[in-house]
């Protein structure tokens, strides 16, 4: 019981507030439900005094039409009572749980775009979806149900205590006896939900890995190896689940021997009575009738525990989203101009970790290209992408003209920066309706002339429904290259003034490349342009280029000084170019 009070309390201890605005239907719920259980206790009351009659005199046929008409009477309004505090708690449970979707999907839009790299959509989709829809059940179900459930038994052992308190007694020890022997089952049970959630999350996580790279998995013969550690994931699941219904069951079995036949002590106390004088048959057949609804509704009200246990470990979940830090942002200001500015800038992904940036400072005027390059894991990429938003900078100013980013409305932010990278996402949708999203009220005559100038409109015209072809699920009928062409053509839709391309055309080939870095350097005119390189050659003209390596920018300057200066960038030049020639 101390678990299921634990599991009640954390959940309105983490996500209560979103209950307090119905908190007017959910009690309405439970008093209709109160109700209901009175209406099924006047069922029994009349089917009580029809078997006093029975063994006292003779009744009327009016008399016992009476007692069956009020039974019957008493049965239905237990019925729609019960129905009527369902339907009011699945209404408050609904609006409840949109209101919690509603605050996680305000919140993710305010949350660093890292968390998302961080924590995986996979995890946060399980998250809006699928654990805030098993709290329906509970929500719905458990407040009415479980006011009823622990009531009714509560109320005919009452009424049993006034008919004959010793059978009442006899009844009571019995069920306490049983549900004390039960109880054993209950030892930790929080601890091994917990467990046998992360059971399930490995054996989930162990099965997705291997659908998703089925491919790649029979390709270079790891069949054998992969499938093991399929079914090695789905064996501990089983196994876990297998021990612990181990451990609980010589309880419940034990407990399910004793608890529910509470009548034995009542027809053994009673006939005892009876021999001795000292009860009415009648009040014996009574108590032997209302002994049965004992046991029922307090083994539904056991049902919930999992129930409560699962709504204790989502809410846990939901709130760690929704304490997330959020991105500092302000009210919103305009800058003078759109030079980019870094100062002393420094990065932790993690605190109390170390640095992966460190002291980083540059400027970048309007309408100039700065390029990042340097070996992979240096921090080009988390450079451009503290600019993006992604993260805020551990200390230092970034600043857009003579604003930090701090000072502006994450909607203004986005105006301000177009950022386009190599892992491109599409939506379902067609072509044209994902270039579109750059510039929502674009016409279709726009979106051909900005796709010709960044050299996509011929691969985009050849396509089956060409600029109508739906692109598929996060892209999928289209190549990687022509996911990141499109990605471009989007951004240069946008026509934001700042652009950065963290390796954008990694997965273009050569021929497109050229055309593609020609369109950008014409879109990019007037505009601050951001270059995260994977090809050297692509940033060869740009007025500045830092060399960035272990966190830390060595150098500043044009091809041709870092050339001369910078002998690490010299030899990856001369290797880049010696792949290039291959």
């Known amino acids: 019981m101390n678990d299921e009070k634990n599991q009640q309390a954390s959940f309105f201890k983490e996500l209560?507030?979103?209950?307090?605005?119905?908190?007017?239907?959910?009690?309405?719920?439970?008093?209709?439900?109160?109700?209901?259980?009175?209406?099924?206790?006047?069922?029994?009351?009349?089917?009580?005094?029809?078997?006093?009659?029975?063994?006292?005199?003779?009744?009327?046929?009016?008399?016992?039409?009476?007692?069956?008409?009020?039974?019957?009477?008493?049965?239905?309004?237990?019925?729609?009572?019960?129905?009527?505090s369902t339907w009011i708690s699945h209404k408050a449970a609904y609006f409840t749980l949109r209101d919690i979707r509603n605050a996680l999907s305000e919140k993710m839009l305010c949350l660093p775009v890292g968390y998302f790299e961080e924590k995986g959509s996979g995890r946060l989709k399980a998250i809006l979806v699928d654990h805030v829809e098993e709290m329906e059940k509970t929500l719905a179900h458990v407040l009415p149900e479980l006011t009823a459930n622990f009531l009714a038994p509560l109320c005919y052992m009452i009424w049993m205590f006034c008919i004959d308190w010793r059978l009442a007694l006899l009844a009571v020890f019995w069920i306490i006896l049983g549900f004390s022997v039960t109880s054993g089952m209950m030892k930790g049970y929080a601890e091994k939900y917990e467990g046998q959630c992360k059971a399930f999350k490995g054996m989930n996580q162990a099965i997705v890995e291997y659908v998703n790279g089925i491919e790649v998995i029979k390709n270079f013969g790891r069949v054998n190896e992969c499938s093991q550690k399929y079914q090695n994931a789905v064996y501990e699941h089983a196994a876990y689940n297998v021990n612990w219904q181990k451990e609980t069951q010589k309880y419940s079995s034990l407990g399910m021997a004793i608890a529910p036949f509470s009548v034995f002590p009542i027809l053994i106390g009673g006939m005892f009575f009876?021999?001795?004088?000292?009860?009415?048959?009648?009040?014996l057949f009574l108590m032997t009738i209302l002994s049965f609804g004992i046991f029922g509704p307090l083994m539904n009200a056991m049902n919930y525990f999992d129930q409560l246990a699962a709504m204790g470990t989502n809410a846990k979940e939901i709130k760690e989203i929704l304490q997330q830090s959020e991105l500092l942002r302000g009210k919103g200001t305009k800058?003078?101009?759109?030079?980019?500015?870094?100062e002393k800038v420094n990065f932790s992904y993690k605190k109390n970790e170390d640095k992966v940036l460190k002291n980083i400072s540059f400027h970048v005027p309007q309408g100039s290209m700065f390029a990042l390059a340097g070996p992979s894991g240096s921090g080009k990429s988390t450079i451009a992408k503290l600019l993006a938003g992604f993260w805020d900078a551990d200390s230092g100013s970034i600043r857009i003209g003579n604003k930090s980013i701090h000072e502006f409305s994450q909607e203004q932010l986005n105006k301000l920066i177009a950022y386009v990278d190599q892992e491109t996402f599409l939506f379902d949708e067609s072509i044209l309706d994902n270039i579109r999203i750059g510039c929502p009220q674009a016409t279709r005559e726009m979106v051909m002339?900005?796709?010709?100038?960044?050299?996509?409109?011929?691969?985009?015209?050849?396509?089956?429904?060409?600029?109508?072809?739906?692109?598929?699920?996060?892209?999928?009928r289209l190549s990687g290259g022509e996911k990141q062409r499109i990605a471009i053509v989007r951004a240069m839709m946008k026509d934001a003034p700042v652009m950065i391309l963290d390796e954008a055309t990694a997965s273009t080939d050569p021929e497109n490349e050229a055309s593609i870095q020609e369109a950008l350097s014409a879109a990019a005119k007037n505009k601050t342009l951001i270059?995260?390189?994977?090809?050297?050659?692509?940033?060869?003209?740009?007025?500045?280029?830092?060399?960035?390596?272990?966190?830390?920018?060595?150098?500043?300057?044009?091809?041709?000084?870092?050339?001369?200066?910078?002998?690490?960038?010299?030899?990856?030049?001369?290797?880049?170019?010696?792949?290039?020639?291959?």
């Open 16 to 84: 209560g507030c979103f209950m307090k605005p119905y908190r007017g239907k959910y009690a309405a719920s439970i008093l209709i439900s109160i109700l209901s259980v009175g209406a099924g206790i006047g069922a029994y009351a009349f089917v009580g005094k029809m078997v006093s009659m029975l063994f006292g005199h003779v009744p009327t046929w009016s008399e016992v039409c009476f007692l069956i008409l009020g039974a019957a009477v008493c049965k239905l309004l237990n019925a729609v009572f019960l129905n009527l």
């Open 531 to 582: 270059v995260v390189a994977h090809r050297l050659a692509t940033i060869a003209n740009a007025q500045q280029i830092a060399f960035v390596k272990d966190g830390e920018i060595k150098m500043i300057g044009t091809h041709q000084k870092l050339m001369e200066d910078c002998a690490e960038y010299k030899t990856m030049w001369e290797l880049s170019e010696v792949k290039e020639n291959v």
């Open 335 to 342: 800058p003078d101009d759109c030079s980019v500015t870094y």
């Open 274 to 283: 009876f021999s001795k004088g000292s009860m009415e048959p009648g009040t």
């Open 449 to 476: 002339e900005i796709s010709k100038k960044a050299g996509c409109h011929e691969f985009i015209s050849a396509l089956p429904d060409g600029y109508d072809t739906r692109a598929g699920e996060a892209g999928g």
